[in-house]
């Protein structure tokens, strides 16, 4: 079973950058859908970003023109580029691989945008 374990966040200036980085450990993800969602508090966790089984790339209306997810087969790491940050981006960011009737989560890194 494949291990999901996420880096890269921390605190940032509105308008700043961040790389966050979710690493597939145990295994090679090669099948299903990855992606990141994030979680505010107090607020239901959101869909942020995906690649599809098919690499299809889709990313929710919010972060549209300012976050750019992508893969590294090789090194079996999907990444987040996130540039422009706001405010409303602040949240707990997760990665996840879904296959079929699975989920698979990684344990979340915070993710915070000051003013």
């Not at 999901?4 to 200036?13: F, K, W």
């Not at 580029?81 to 981006?89: A, H, P």
Request: charged share 20%.
């Amino acid at each position: 079973q494949v291990k999901l374990v996420e880096s890269g966040g921390g605190l940032v200036q509105t308008g700043g950058s961040l790389r966050l980085s979710c690493d597939f450990v145990g295994s090679a993800v090669t099948i299903g859908d990855i992606g990141w969602y994030r979680q505010a508090p107090a607020k239901p966790r959101d869909a942020v970003a995906q690649i599809t089984s098919g690499g299809e790339t889709i990313y929710a209306d919010s972060v549209k023109g300012r976050f750019t997810i992508s893969r590294d087969k090789a090194e079996n790491t999907m990444y987040l580029q996130m540039n422009s940050l706001k405010s409303d981006d602040t949240a707990v960011y997760f990665c996840y691989h879904r296959w079929g009737e699975y989920t698979f989560w990684g344990q979340g890194t915070q993710v915070t945008v000051s003013a």
